[in-house]
């Protein structure tokens, strides 16, 4: 799994991969909690390139509901139908009958909009990788509506029948924590915590994304962003923001992290203004926090 992973360019440990194995073992839902930016999300994207399955991706937002998540009628088109229909009957041809054909029409799977939960239970092709993005940002009902869905992978439509998978999709779920999901999910899925990475496979994962960055920028880079995480930020840079970072510094073609480089780019790690003040805001001596922290980082051609 490990392998297949870094095959598409993401640098898994053993503990994720082998989560990620029993997903697939087991045919469970993988519950994948951590930090923004800790690579929660690609690691569907990239889990379904390396099965070789299409992803289908459902993002949650406050106030979605079973529509938006599962299927709906086309109305317009439904209605354009009607209209056609009506204009290209015979005269006095409106009967039960006809009316009985009419609605059959309506209600049939061309009309039929398949939102991603629907994509991932009955699929046109292969079984998907569905990833149930920021389900924490979703409400306690559509956690039971999921509750339900992931239980006995069918969807009952009541103009068409009962659907089933007949291939369980791989599911994965992530949460930033900004609420907690309830338990009685949590207890259908594995679960990870996905924590931001230490600095040897942080300036594994930089080396391989931006390959055009200096060894030697990398390598502070990475300790910089290392040492940042223990400042008091309201918000800590993940491992998105450490990729922007260093190919920001690649494009600038950085061959030394000076402090005026750092302060010029800092807008790739931090995105609070509070953050970028603490980091900026000159201290006791006239330095601020940048230069503080790259002097405890060392000379950079040590």
Aim: proline share 6%; net charge negative.
């Amino acid at each position: 799994m490990q392998q297949a992973l870094a095959a598409e360019g993401y640098i898994a440990d053993k503990a994720l991969a082998t989560v990620l194995y029993l997903a697939l073992a087991l045919e469970r839902p993988l519950f994948l909690e951590g930090e923004a930016g800790t690579g929660k999300t690609e690691l569907a994207k990239v889990l379904a390139a390396a099965l070789g399955r299409p992803l289908v991706r459902l993002q949650c937002y406050e106030g979605i509901d079973r529509r938006d998540a599962l299927y709906e009628w086309n109305y317009p088109r439904q209605l354009l139908h009607i209209q056609m229909r009506a204009a290209a009957r015979p005269a006095g041809a409106v009967d039960d009958a006809w009316l009985a054909g009419l609605a059959a029409e309506l209600y049939s799977p061309a009309f039929l909009l398949r939102r991603p939960l629907l994509q991932a239970v009955d699929p046109a092709g292969p079984a998907p990788v569905l990833l149930i993005d920021e389900v924490d940002r979703g409400d306690a009902e559509f956690e039971a509506f999921l509750l339900e869905l992931l239980g006995e992978f069918q969807v009952t439509i009541p103009e068409l029948g009962t659907l089933r998978a007949q291939e369980v999709p791989v599911v994965v779920l992530t949460s930033n924590r900004t609420r907690e999901v309830h338990d009685a999910l949590k207890r259908r899925c594995l679960y990870h915590w996905l924590d931001y990475p230490d600095y040897a496979r942080e300036l594994q994962i930089l080396t391989a994304k931006v390959p055009a960055l200096a060894s030697r920028v990398a390598e502070r880079a990475c300790a910089f962003v290392q040492r940042l995480r223990q400042e008091p930020l309201v918000k800590k840079p993940g491992l998105a923001e450490t990729l922007h970072w260093g190919a920001a510094l690649a494009a600038l073609a950085t061959e030394r992290l000076s402090a005026e480089r750092v302060e010029e780019t800092l807008g790739c790690l931090l995105k609070y203004k509070d953050d970028l003040e603490l980091l900026t805001r000159p201290g006791v001596g006239g330095s601020n926090r940048v230069e503080r922290v790259l002097a405890e980082l060392g000379p950079e051609d040590l």
